[in-house]
């Protein structure tokens, strides 16, 4: 299934792995993890086939380590199908709460396609 895939690619990356969202008993502790997620369905532009959207979000207290970035983006496309969307990468600040630590995201878009 693709979504094991997935996650046995990042896990590979060094970070615990997420799929959806993170619960509170983590966020409580170090913000240092990986969540990706599907974003969209949709058919391909010759209507042979479909393509699945899929976004990663690398999760840092403070800042994501120099070439993270590149690394995800490698690990995903070793999958059949997988490529980076060629999109911005989209960073995010937080505060952590109840801290003076700030929790920087990275959000990095892929597509994979498949077969009818």
């Known amino acids: 299934?693709?979504?094991n895939e997935i996650v046995e690619k990042l896990?590979?990356?060094?970070?615990?792995?997420?799929?959806?969202?993170?619960?509170?008993?983590?966020?409580e502790t170090v913000w240092d993890y990986t969540v990706f997620n599907r974003t969209r369905f949709r058919t391909t532009g010759n209507k042979t086939g479909y393509a699945d959207g899929y976004d990663v979000h690398i999760v840092r207290?403070?800042?994501?380590?120099?070439?993270k970035d590149?690394?995800?983006?490698?690990?995903?496309?070793?999958?059949?199908?997988?490529?980076?969307?060629?999109?911005?990468?989209e960073y995010n600040y937080i505060q952590k709460p109840n801290t003076n630590i700030v929790v920087e995201m990275l959000t990095l878009h892929f597509v994979r396609a498949r077969k009818c």
């Open 70 to 89: 590149l690394e995800v983006i490698e690990k995903m496309q070793e999958i059949h199908g997988m490529k980076y969307a060629n999109e911005d990468g």
């Open 11 to 27: 896990q590979t990356t060094g970070s615990k792995v997420y799929y959806g969202m993170v619960d509170d008993e983590i966020r």
């Open 1 to 3: 299934m693709i979504l």
């Open 61 to 67: 207290e403070n800042f994501i380590p120099e070439g």
